[in-house]
Structure formats: C-alpha cells, structure tokens
C-alpha cells in the first residue's frame, strides 16, 4: 500500500524475519550436531575429498556399510572425519603444536601431505611432535610389506612417523587413437629423446591438418612439478634428508635443458593444459593434450569425468633418459600420523589399521581410487587384474603395482619449497633463452649460471636458519619455521579435489 494509503511497508522486516529464521536453524543444527556429538569419537583430519569419500560411503556394489560405521561397530567408538583445507590443516596444526596443546584438543589421526611435512620434521627427531611409529610397524609387521621407498618422506633419525597412504607411481598416459593416426608407435619409443622426435612429428601432423592448439604432452612451463618428477625419475631431490642441496648437479641442468626446449620456441610440442578442476581431463578428451603423466590417482579422474574415452587410451612406462635408468617416478604423497600426545594413541592406530589396512579398508580404497596402497599383499586382490576398457582393456591397477618397487625416494624438508621457487626461476630463464634462440652451449651456459646461484641462495637459507642446539629450537616458534610455501609449488592429488588447493 502506498504512503498516501496512510500505511508503510517497512522494508527492513523481511530482512529482519530472515535472518531470524536463519539463525534459528542454525541453532537447531548446531543441537542435533552437539547432541550427535561423542567425546569418546575419535577425530580424523583430512584434506581430499577422495579420502573422506572412501572413509564414509558405503563400499559400491557390495552392500558394506562405511568403514567409519564398521570400525565403530567393532571398537565401539565412532570417528568424525573432518575435511580442511591442507593449508588451513597445517595452520591450525602448528599452531596447536606450539601451544603444546594435549588430549582431546588434537585431532586422533591427521593426514599430512607430502608437501607440508617438512615444517613438522624440521626439528630433531625427540621434538617432532608426531609419535614415532616404529613399534608399531615392527608389531604389524610392516617393515617387510611396505614399500621401503615410500618410507624415506616421513622418517628422520630412523624414527617414522607416519604411516604411507600410498605410493603414486607415475606412468605416461596417451591418445592411442590420435598417436596412431599420426603413423607413431609410441611403445617403440625407448628415451626421452626418442620421445621428443616422435612428439615434433605429432604436433606437425596434426598442425596440418587444421589443429595448431595440439600439442603432444602436458607440460607446465613455469611451475615446476612436472620438472621435479622428471627430476625424481633421475634419483635427483633437489633438497636431500641431509639438507645438502643439488640444484646445479649437471644432470639437474640437462633436464631443465631439455625440459625448456619441450615448452618454449619453434620447435616445442609441449604445453598446459586447462586449468580449473578437472579441465584437463576434457582436454585429453578433445585431444589437444595427446599424452600426459599419470601416477596413479590422476587414472581415478579420467574415468570419473571423461564420458568419450572408451579405448582410445593407452599406458606405458616412462622413456628413459639414460640405459638402466628408472621407468617411472612419483609424484604426490601423504602420511597418517598421530600426534605425539593424542590422548589415546592406541585407539589412534587401531582405527588407521581399520582405513589402510584391513580387508574392507583396501577394498572401500580400490572402488573409490586408483590410489595404490604401499603394503604388498594388498596387491594380490584379483580385481588388480581386471581389464580397464578406458585403456583397451589394460590392467591399469597392476600395471602400477609392477611399477611399485622402482617408485624413487622422495625426500621433503622445509626448504624444498624454496628449492622448487628457485628450479622455476631457473626455468623461465631457460625457456626466454629458448624463445631467443639461444644455441645450446649458450642455453646451458645460461642454465648452470642460474642453477648455481640459486644453490648459493637455498645454502645461505638453509645455514642461516639451522640451528645445532636441541634446547635452541624450542624456543623457535614452529608456526614460523618455513617462511616460504611448499604445497603450491607441487602437484599432487589435493590440487584436483574442489578447490582444496588452488
């Protein structure tokens, strides 16, 4: 009614009745969560969504129930999985681990991510404050069934102190069809030199025939994980356990040579693909990526999203850079913890032996993922064999459980973030002396010139932030040990998973 009417319509209280009512819905959800709430539950942090959906669904196609209400049924405690942000997971961590925070006010079980981990084992191995696991490998038996490499992330001073959730062997995924209608047999294909020829001839064919956005392998051109798994497949960590750094070893210079001529100048057939989600899966479907490496959980997305891929990919190894060399690398990795003062360490393990590694726990993992788990007598399951129709009919499971025992150690440490940022600067310098057609004597020049400055800038860091004396690195202040990023400069499973890392 109009103001002449002699009445007013108060704009204000729609506003005012919604806001009521939402804040008494929260309320009422916030009781029913109270109320559903167990002070005994035990609580599991994590930070992929892959993780949490193997965790609660139930096992597809089996009837089970989900492995949070099996462990219950057989403990009698329930578990509350909680899902953050990996860098909000580190944050809130560390800042729980400074406060010498105890009991209850930890999280059970947490998962850390590869490139996060560390921040955690900076210190000596008595001030880590995750529990050393070693008894209880040598209780389970886990020594001799785990897959010795993937150990080599999460260990220091011979104390592990997580458990592997996986091993992530890296193969080369590629587009049988368009490969094949080029006239290129890629299984012929032996190093990665071979690799390159072939590749040249992919884009120029293709280019021919009315595609110029094709380009035969996914490969960043900055940033540098695709560079680092390359780099891990020659046994090169750039940063190693013992803190020695390795940027300008000779074998780092001729990959970043090689790697830059991949991606820059006339003459590259290397790019991104798209980025957001999983657009790079659409990619490979509309074939402007002809190939791409794969470890293991990259395999869970093509299937999930792709709808037109029936067939027409296949997998290999990697090439070769060298006779002998290793066919594969890594890429990705997380441990599950305990922290060193949870309040019940026991019921903490016992509910990471029920999610990694009883019967239904690897089963609810195989339906779920490609994720390959790290102890070996997961991999005897007969549906390891089963045909893949993605790959025509490939056992792309066991395929990367043959890979398993040549996955290279990865080593992380706080200052392999620092590392990483410096490998791409060097990069980029690589790839302007590409685009300027430098020869390769001068490329080379301009690679070791940049590699060994930035070795004299990670050993400066590294030197100035060690400190020698137990009782001194009490007093640092764990939430500002790294004051770089590791995370964002690797990718791994958690950059494909709804936005948990950008």
Known sequence: MSRAGGSSFPPGLPILVLILVAACAWLIQLFVARADENPDDLRMWIFATSHRDTYLLPIPGSGEQPLVDSFKAMHGRGVRIELTHARALDTRLLSLFQSNARGEKLPDVVKIEIGSVGKFLRVPADDVQFLPL????????????????????????GQIFGVPHDVHPVTLTYRHDLWTEAGIDLESVVTWSDFASAARRYREFWRARGHPERVALELTPSAPGD??????????????????????????????????????????????????????????????????????????YIRSVSSGLENKLRMRTLPLFEPGGRPTSTAGGTMVAIPRHARDPEASWQLIKHL???????????????????????????AYDSPDIIYGGLATQRFFANLADFVPERHATAYSGLAAGRLSLALLDATRAVEQNATEDQLRVIIQ?????????????????????????????????????VAATHRSEIDESEGILP
């Not at 560079?227 to 013992?242: F, G, K, M, P």
């Not at 089963?363 to 991999?379: F, G, K, M, T, Y």
């Not at 070795?455 to 860091?461: F, H, I, S």
Request: proline letters at 7%; a negative charge; zero cysteines.
């Open 227 to 300: 560079l680092i798994t390359l780099l891990l497949q020659r046994d090169l960590n750039i940063v190693d356990q013992s803190l020695s750094v390795h940027l300008s070893d000779p074998r780092v210079v001729d990959t970043v040579a090689q790697y830059a001529r991949w991606v820059a100048g006339g003459d590259k057939f290397a790019g991104p693909t798209s980025s957001g989600g999983n657009n790079w899966v659409n990619d490979l479907e509309r074939g402007d990526v002809g190939a791409l490496l794969t470890p293991d959980w990259r395999v869970s």
């Open 449 to 485: 010139s940049s590699l060994e400055e930035a070795q004299r800038e990670v050993e400066t860091q590294i030197n100035f932030q060690r400190i020698d004396k137990p009782e001194s690195l009490k007093a640092v202040s764990l939430a500002h040990q790294l004051p770089f990023p």
């Open 134 to 157: 070693n008894s209880f490998f040598e209780r389970e038996g886990l020594f001799e069934k785990t897959v010795t490499a993937r150990l080599a992330p999460w260990t220091r001073d």
């Open 356 to 382: 990694l590694f009883t019967p239904e726990g690897l089963e609810a993992r195989r339906v779920r993922s490609d994720i390959l788990p790290p102890q070996r007598d997961a991999w005897v399951h007969p």
